[in-house]
């Protein structure tokens, strides 16, 4: 590599061209974390020299690195460098030129104005069409630049557009720039301040150019200088990579980036940041640890995304062709982003909308690649998606740990592989498979064992046991009974309350002794699935402790739920700890029934496995 200083004289005062890869990302630098800190910078300098120190050396501003490859070019042409790194301050440079042009021909000093555009325009006797300008942004911000770089900069007519920055630089830089050339009204102070202006901008501000040699590997230093500035996310890395590979690989990389990429991959929605477990990550991220996990068959540690993906799959064996692998990138991140528009109602949404209450991201591989795979049919798809399900909910209700989850994943996708199109039985076969606290799927048995035995409320979170009552409100629809529309957000309630009552009393007969054993034994039941219900809206706390006759009314008044109307049906004159009881069990098995378990035969006839010895099904993780 070959670094030099240079001033910005020196980096622009040449016909030269400064290319920025279409695959990079667009301009992205902003007032507040970029524009004004180089302002206020700026004018420490302007204000050092009208101080008086302008003949003591040393004041400059070092604005960073620019790494640079020049390309190959035939003699007598302008010279072009591609711009591996810096393309940030490169563009900034040429708008904050352009708008100090613009305020020297406001003020009629145009030995100024035209001295700063010489620095912005290539001699039009050497240039022709887009080779006039001396930097050359990516292609979502060229339109908008060439806006800013006429003499006079944007025309009235100009439509602005809101999601590219550059114009607002150009307002941004022109405004200040002139309100500090005019705020003396002395008109001489301000041709004296605009050549200040001039100096300081293209003497005093510095950059560190660094020219790649023969050798060189321009993609290696990109990653390193990567975090310079606004980070990059590995997507942007990938993307850079990608299209780099396309390049050499002879392709049409403008054809491939605006047919393919850009209108999935460079959405804003992808940079959106959503929560996964305690992070939040943006959607690229996830998208691509999801897309590599199902790929390679294991999970891929967000600090090892683009390093994975150029290790083991651009540059695995056989190497793929570039444009290939970006159309399957752009395909599959469209299927990804399809889970978040699946049909109300529809088992696919049903599925989606309880994995976000699971927080179990860990699967994503593996509900990716059955979205993706072709010679997987739409109905065992469903089934798989089901056993899925079943699976993560019964180990969710009982408190079995997930940490074994990914090697499971990981090891679903090995075999389906070889017969894609079984997956659904494949996945019964291994998961009626798996034995063990880390992997078991719990049978009927264990899990009503476990539901008719243990606490609910503080042992489950709080959204999970409000997703299944609203599954187990969804289950008591039939085409005879109108379906609601079941509210997001379901507010828990216990039927019986938490804190001894006097309207909800104790048998009255009995020894001092019996009637401890009865309220301990009522305790132990006040937080099972039989004394909880939701509602749309929270009860009134008064309410809430109300004798059950009162309580009753107010459910039947207040509640359309199908789940309330049972309860209310059921119990028309109390409800006490054998209710609590019964309608426990009754839970429980509906429960059963909507996530079936390995020995359902909802599932298709897949081969039995031998039976294996399981673990204590009350123990918790």
Same mark, same amino acid.
């Given at each position: 590599?070959?670094?030099?200083?240079?001033?910005?004289?020196?980096?622009?005062?040449?016909?030269?061209?400064?290319?920025?890869?279409?695959?990079?990302?667009?301009?992205?630098?902003?007032?507040?974390?970029? +524009?004004?800190?180089?302002?206020?910078?700026?004018?420490?300098?302007?204000?050092?020299? &009208?101080?008086?120190?302008?003949?003591?050396?040393? #004041?400059?501003?070092?604005?960073?690195?620019?790494?640079?490859?020049?390309?190959?070019?035939?003699?007598?042409?302008?010279?072009?460098?591609?711009?591996?790194?810096?393309?940030?301050?490169?563009?900034?440079?040429?708008?904050?030129?352009?708008?100090?042009?613009?305020?020297?021909?406001?003020?009629?000093?145009?030995?100024?104005?035209?001295?700063?555009?010489?620095?912005?325009?290539?001699?039009?006797?050497?240039?022709?069409?887009?080779?006039?300008?001396?930097?050359?942004?990516?292609?979502?911000?060229?339109?908008?630049?060439?806006?800013?770089?006429?003499?006079?900069?944007?025309? !009235?007519?100009?439509?602005?557009?809101?999601?590219?920055?550059?114009?607002?630089?150009? /307002?941004?830089?022109?405004?200040?720039?002139?309100?500090?050339?005019?705020?003396? !009204?002395?008109?001489?102070?301000?041709?004296?301040?605009?050549?200040?202006?001039?100096?300081?901008?293209?003497?005093?501000?510095?950059?560190?150019?660094?020219?790649?040699?023969?050798?060189?590997?321009?993609?290696?230093? $990109?990653?390193? @200088?990567?975090?310079?500035?606004?980070?990059?996310? /590995?997507?942007?890395?990938?993307?850079?990579?990608?299209?780099?590979?396309?390049?050499?690989?002879?392709?049409?990389?403008?054809?491939?980036?605006?047919?393919?990429?850009?209108?999935? @991959?460079?959405?804003?929605? +992808?940079?959106?940041?959503?929560?996964?477990?305690?992070?939040?990550?943006?959607?690229?991220?996830?998208?691509?640890?999801?897309?590599?996990?199902?790929?390679?068959?294991?999970?891929?540690? /967000?600090?090892?995304?683009?390093?994975?993906?150029?290790?083991?799959?651009?540059?695995?064996?056989?190497?793929?062709?570039?444009?290939?692998?970006?159309?399957?990138?752009?395909?599959?991140?469209?299927?990804?982003?399809? $889970?978040?528009?699946?049909?109300?109602?529809?088992?696919?949404?049903?599925?989606? &909308?309880?994995?976000?209450?699971?927080?179990?991201?860990?699967?994503?591989?593996?509900?990716?690649?059955?979205?993706?795979?072709?010679?997987?049919?739409?109905?065992?798809?469903?089934?798989?998606?089901?056993?899925? &399900?079943?699976?993560?909910?019964?180990?969710?209700?009982?408190?079995?740990?997930?940490?074994?989850?990914?090697?499971?994943?990981?090891?679903?996708?090995?075999?389906?592989?070889?017969?894609?199109?079984?997956?659904?039985?494949?996945?019964?076969?291994?998961?009626?498979?798996?034995?063990?606290?880390?992997?078991?799927?719990?049978?009927?048995?264990?899990?009503?064992?476990?539901?008719?035995?243990?606490?609910?409320?503080?042992?489950?979170?709080? !959204?999970?046991?409000?997703?299944?009552?609203?599954?187990?409100?969804?289950?008591?629809?039939?085409?005879?009974?109108?379906?609601?529309?079941?509210? !997001?957000?379901?507010?828990?309630?216990?039927?019986?309350?938490?804190?001894?009552?006097?309207? #909800?009393?104790?048998?009255?007969?009995?020894?001092?002794?019996?009637?401890?054993?009865?309220?301990?034994?009522?305790?132990?039941?006040?937080?099972?699935?039989?004394?909880?219900?939701?509602?749309? @809206?929270?009860?009134?706390?008064?309410?809430?402790?109300?004798?059950?006759?009162?309580?009753?009314?107010?459910?039947?008044?207040?509640?359309? @739920?199908?789940?309330?109307?049972?309860?209310?049906?059921?119990?028309?004159?109390?409800?006490?700890?054998?209710?609590?009881?019964?309608?426990?069990?009754?839970?429980? &098995?509906?429960?059963?029934?909507?996530?079936?378990?390995?020995?359902?035969?909802? +599932?298709?006839?897949?081969?039995?496995?031998?039976?294996?010895?399981?673990?204590?099904?009350?123990?918790?993780?």
């Amino acid at each position: 590599m070959k670094p030099d200083t240079r001033n910005v004289t020196e980096l622009f005062e040449l016909a030269v061209r400064y290319v920025v890869p279409l695959y990079q990302r667009p301009y992205v630098w902003d007032k507040d974390d970029q +524009w004004e800190p180089l302002w206020e910078d700026i004018r420490a300098l302007l204000e050092h020299q &009208e101080g008086g120190a302008a003949a003591v050396g040393g #004041w400059s501003h070092f604005l960073g690195a620019i790494v640079l490859d020049q390309e190959t070019q035939a003699p007598g042409t302008i010279p072009v460098y591609v711009v591996i790194d810096g393309q940030q301050r490169l563009t900034t440079l040429q708008v904050l030129l352009a708008a100090a042009a613009k305020v020297a021909s406001n003020v009629a000093v145009g030995t100024d104005a035209a001295l700063m555009r010489e620095l912005i325009t290539n001699n039009p006797l050497r240039a022709s069409g887009d080779e006039v300008f001396k930097v050359w942004p990516t292609n979502v911000n060229r339109k908008a630049f060439k806006a800013v770089m006429q003499d006079g900069g944007p025309s !009235p007519d100009n439509s602005d557009d809101p999601n590219n920055k550059i114009e607002e630089a150009y /307002a941004y830089f022109a405004s200040v720039l002139q309100e500090w050339v005019t705020e003396d !009204p002395d008109e001489a102070t301000h041709v004296a301040r605009l050549s200040l202006l001039r100096v300081t901008l293209c003497a005093l501000l510095r950059v560190v150019t660094i020219t790649l040699e023969a050798g060189d590997n321009a993609q290696v230093i $990109f990653e390193t @200088l990567n975090a310079r500035g606004t980070p990059l996310l /590995a997507l942007d890395l990938v993307k850079n990579v990608a299209f780099l590979e396309a390049s050499r690989q002879g392709l049409d990389v403008d054809a491939l980036y605006e047919e393919q990429w850009r209108p999935q @991959l460079d959405d804003d929605y +992808w940079r959106v940041e959503v929560r996964q477990g305690r992070l939040n990550r943006p959607r690229a991220e996830l998208f691509l640890m999801h897309w590599l996990g199902m790929k390679l068959r294991r999970v891929i540690p /967000a600090t090892e995304l683009f390093t994975t993906f150029r290790l083991d799959i651009l540059q695995g064996a056989p190497r793929p062709k570039a444009d290939d692998l970006v159309h399957e990138l752009c395909r599959d991140a469209s299927i990804l982003r399809g $889970f978040d528009d699946q049909a109300p109602g529809s088992p696919e949404a049903l599925f989606f &909308e309880r994995l976000q209450v699971l927080d179990t991201t860990t699967v994503m591989p593996l509900v990716l690649y059955l979205f993706c795979e072709p010679t997987i049919t739409p109905e065992r798809r469903r089934r798989a998606l089901a056993m899925i &399900e079943s699976w993560l909910v019964r180990r969710a209700l009982m408190r079995l740990t997930g940490k074994n989850y990914n090697q499971q994943i990981g090891s679903m996708l090995e075999k389906m592989g070889h017969d894609p199109a079984r997956a659904d039985e494949i996945i019964l076969d291994h998961l009626r498979s798996a034995a063990g606290e880390a992997t078991r799927w719990p049978t009927d048995e264990q899990l009503l064992s476990y539901l008719t035995t243990r606490d609910a409320y503080y042992n489950i979170a709080q !959204p999970r046991i409000a997703m299944v009552f609203a599954a187990i409100e969804r289950s008591l629809y039939n085409n005879k009974v109108e379906a609601l529309s079941i509210p !997001p957000r379901l507010s828990i309630e216990h039927v019986m309350p938490q804190t001894r009552d006097h309207r #909800w009393p104790l048998p009255e007969h009995g020894s001092p002794e019996e009637r401890a054993q009865l309220e301990a034994e009522r305790n132990l039941r006040i937080h099972r699935w039989g004394n909880l219900t939701v509602t749309t @809206l929270p009860l009134n706390s008064a309410l809430s402790n109300s004798a059950w006759p009162k309580k009753r009314t107010e459910l039947n008044k207040g509640s359309k @739920l199908l789940l309330n109307q049972l309860l209310i049906d059921e119990h028309p004159d109390g409800f006490d700890d054998q209710a609590i009881d019964q309608r426990t069990l009754a839970l429980a &098995e509906r429960i059963c029934s909507i996530w079936p378990g390995r020995e359902s035969p909802a +599932w298709p006839q897949a081969p039995q496995v031998e039976a294996v010895a399981e673990a204590d099904p009350t123990a918790v993780s």
